[in-house]
């Protein structure tokens, strides 16, 4: 059976999967020259609400805030640098062709049900992503529900405030997660790697600055 399309989202029925035919999108990087219209254009153009392939949406972003930062016009041609990024990440679009996200969570009635958030960031994106991990009788499963990404502001921050933001993206994610499915949780678990983060977490905020508090 053939993919069909629900609400901008691929959906193949016979194996009750998502998937993401990216290879499909008409790139302008065939037009000449390129520009940050046609750049920003083609990122636009797909369409993840759930961000199940957001680890290569954000390349995409990411090469968005490098053309902020150098100040070009709409319809000027970008550098050979920008070029190549973008080479790459149409690359990698082709490559998300091959992912299949089941669309089937498992079975939840009767299960014991359990919400973890996992954050991280780096000196140049953050993000958050939501996992359901689901336990009927001797049977565990974990599936992917939701991921969000966010790209580092052009004025640089510390890494441990960009965990923070992470922090503060995977509550926002979670809220939304439990809004949308309302399902009733066991047990929720947020988990970071950064010692600072979860030293300002478990402080007073008065204690700090406002950005952290």
Same mark, same amino acid.
């Given at each position: ?70 100040? !070009?016009?709409?319809? /000027?041609?970008? *550098?050979?640098?920008?070029?190549? =990024?973008? +080479? $790459?990440?149409?690359? %990698? ?40 991990? !689901?336990?009927?009788? /001797?049977?565990? *499963?974990?599936?992917?529900?939701? =991921?969000? +990404? $966010?790209?580092?502001? %052009? ?59």
């Amino acid at each position: 059976m053939k993919d069909t399309k629900m609400l901008g989202i691929y959906w193949t029925p016979s194996t009750d999967e998502f998937n993401f035919p990216l290879n499909q999108i008409k790139c302008h990087f065939s037009e000449s020259p390129l520009t940050k219209r046609s750049i920003l254009s083609n990122i636009m153009s797909i369409f993840d609400p759930l961000g199940l392939i957001a680890f290569a949406t954000v390349q995409g972003k990411l090469i968005l805030r490098s053309l902020w930062s150098v100040k !070009i016009d709409w319809d /000027s041609s970008v *550098s050979e640098n920008i070029t190549k =990024l973008w +080479t $790459r990440f149409l690359n %990698l679009l082709e490559n998300t062709s091959k992912i299949k996200i089941p669309r089937y969570y498992g079975t939840i009635i009767n299960a014991k049900l359990e919400l973890h958030t996992f954050v991280d960031a780096s000196d140049s994106a953050y993000g958050a992503v939501c996992y359901f991990l !689901i336990q009927s009788g /001797s049977r565990k *499963s974990c599936t992917l529900v939701s =991921l969000k +990404t $966010r790209v580092a502001p %052009l004025k640089a921050l510390t890494i441990p405030r960009l965990e923070l933001q992470a922090a503060l993206l995977g509550v926002r994610l979670a809220k939304a997660v439990k809004k949308a499915h309302g399902l009733e949780f066991q047990r929720e678990v947020y988990w970071s790697d950064s010692r600072d983060v979860l030293f300002w977490i478990k402080g007073e905020n008065r204690r700090y600055k406002q950005f952290v508090s």
